[in-house]
């Protein structure tokens, strides 16, 4: 008989004629649910060594990422010069912003995002260029994989080294005058004027990007329907209907990835024009970028000023690329 802190279960005939009892006596705390594993030293363990190993990354965000954009923002509020705290730093409350947005700088900063997107010239010149060299390398032919290599050296080349070698070029007594006196013609200011400025820098970036390009379109290319191309040549299409209504729309998503990381690029320049045309800028100043601009104002020891122009930089990539985003999505959901 069972008790009263038991439970009486019945037990089926099979258990009966085995000579066991009819009831089976089983306490409640048995059904009182799963028991919950407890954590493991060992697991425990194991969790303290992943977080050691992810330390570093951790505290490298934190000190040369998190806590730099945080003094940068505070920064914009003091006139810190960088060799005392930024606490003890005199306040400027709202001067550094008014020295970008209509202040004595203004002009600068406002002319050097002009300077910027005349460098970004290169951006549609390098897509247009880099998807008919790809159409031409994308073809069986002797040799072919050869001067993909060669295209593509330029991109993994010291940008200094090449530019240091684009200064010798084109200086006033460099080969490419001595080139032009040659032939009767009169040199040219490549690094001394504007217009000159422009060829030159819009020359280098295009010449360097070029090759990473035409990788990605010969990439993207591998996937274009043949199927539909010979159609197209059954049907009658010329080379042109073929690029244009097939090959184009297949790499959409190759050209608008390429040309937002490049614009993104572009707007970030620096490196390029600074060696070329060193500390001067040039006349007017026409080789100061956005970047060099925060460049100029950090030389000289204005870190507030140099905070304004990052971030009215930063929000300005951000909106452009929301925008192109935008776009992209709406044509997405067209089709």
Same mark, same amino acid.
């Given at each position: 008989?069972?008790?009263?802190?038991?439970?009486?279960?019945?037990?089926?005939? +099979?258990?009966?004629?085995?000579?066991?009892?009819?009831?089976?006596?089983?306490?409640?705390?048995?059904?009182?649910?799963?028991?919950?594993?407890?954590?493991?030293?060992?697991?425990?363990? +194991?969790?303290?060594?992943?977080?050691?190993?992810?330390?570093?990354? $951790?505290?490298?965000? &934190?000190?040369? @990422?998190?806590?730099?954009?945080?003094?940068?923002?505070?920064? $914009?509020?003091?006139?810190? #010069? !960088?060799?005392?705290?930024?606490?003890? /730093?005199?306040?400027?409350?709202?001067?550094? &912003?008014?020295?970008?947005?209509?202040?004595?700088? /203004?002009?600068?900063?406002?002319?050097?995002?002009? *300077?910027?997107?005349?460098?970004?010239?290169?951006?549609?010149? !390098?897509?247009?260029?880099?998807?008919?060299?790809?159409?031409?390398?994308?073809?069986?032919? *002797?040799?072919?994989?050869?001067?993909?290599?060669?295209?593509?050296?330029?991109?993994?080349?010291?940008?200094?080294?090449?530019?240091?070698?684009?200064? #010798?070029?084109?200086?006033?007594?460099?080969?490419? #005058?001595?080139?032009? @006196?040659?032939?009767?013609?009169?040199?040219?200011?490549?690094?001394?004027?504007?217009?000159?400025?422009?060829?030159?820098?819009?020359?280098?970036?295009?010449?360097?990007?070029?090759?990473? @390009?035409?990788?990605?379109?010969?990439? !993207? &290319?591998?996937?274009?329907?043949?199927?539909?191309? +010979?159609?197209?040549?059954?049907?009658?299409?010329?080379?042109?209907? $073929?690029?244009?209504?097939? @090959?184009?729309?297949? &790499?959409?998503?190759?050209?608008?990835?390429?040309?937002?990381?490049?614009?993104? !690029?572009?707007?970030?320049?620096? #490196?390029?024009?600074? $060696?070329?045309?060193?500390?001067?800028?040039?006349?007017?100043?026409?080789?100061?970028?956005?970047?060099?601009?925060?460049?100029?104002?950090?030389?000289?020891?204005?870190?507030?000023?140099?905070?304004?122009?990052?971030?009215?930089?930063?929000?300005?990539?951000?909106?452009?690329?929301?925008?192109?985003?935008?776009?992209?999505?709406?044509?997405?959901?067209?089709?």
């Amino acid at each position: 008989m069972a008790t009263e802190n038991e439970l009486s279960v019945p037990v089926s005939e +099979e258990t009966l004629s085995e000579g066991n009892l009819g009831e089976v006596s089983v306490s409640p705390k048995a059904e009182t649910g799963p028991i919950k594993p407890q954590k493991s030293y060992l697991r425990r363990g +194991e969790n303290l060594i992943g977080w050691l190993y992810i330390s570093p990354m $951790i505290v490298g965000i &934190l000190v040369f @990422t998190a806590i730099p954009l945080v003094m940068s923002v505070m920064a $914009i509020f003091y006139n810190w #010069n !960088g060799i005392v705290g930024l606490i003890e /730093s005199p306040p400027a409350k709202f001067d550094n &912003l008014k020295s970008v947005f209509g202040g004595l700088n /203004s002009d600068l900063y406002w002319k050097s995002i002009l *300077h910027t997107l005349v460098f970004a010239i290169q951006l549609p010149i !390098g897509l247009v260029l880099g998807l008919f060299l790809a159409l031409g390398m994308n073809r069986d032919m *002797h040799g072919v994989q050869a001067f993909r290599v060669i295209y593509y050296l330029p991109g993994v080349m010291s940008i200094v080294a090449i530019s240091i070698v684009w200064q #010798n070029m084109f200086a006033g007594d460099g080969y490419i #005058n001595s080139f032009l @006196t040659s032939l009767g013609m009169k040199p040219f200011g490549w690094l001394t004027t504007k217009a000159g400025i422009g060829i030159t820098v819009n020359l280098l970036l295009v010449w360097k990007g070029v090759g990473y @390009t035409t990788l990605m379109f010969i990439a !993207g &290319l591998q996937s274009v329907s043949t199927d539909q191309i +010979e159609a197209a040549k059954i049907d009658g299409a010329s080379g042109w209907t $073929i690029l244009l209504k097939i @090959t184009v729309p297949a &790499l959409y998503p190759i050209i608008f990835y390429l040309f937002v990381t490049g614009l993104m !690029g572009a707007l970030q320049m620096f #490196n390029e024009p600074f $060696i070329l045309l060193g500390d001067g800028y040039g006349p007017d100043n026409f080789g100061m970028t956005t970047v060099g601009f925060v460049y100029y104002f950090f030389g000289e020891k204005r870190l507030g000023i140099a905070s304004v122009g990052a971030w009215v930089l930063a929000v300005l990539i951000f909106i452009i690329t929301a925008i192109q985003m935008y776009v992209d999505k709406k044509k997405q959901e067209a089709e």
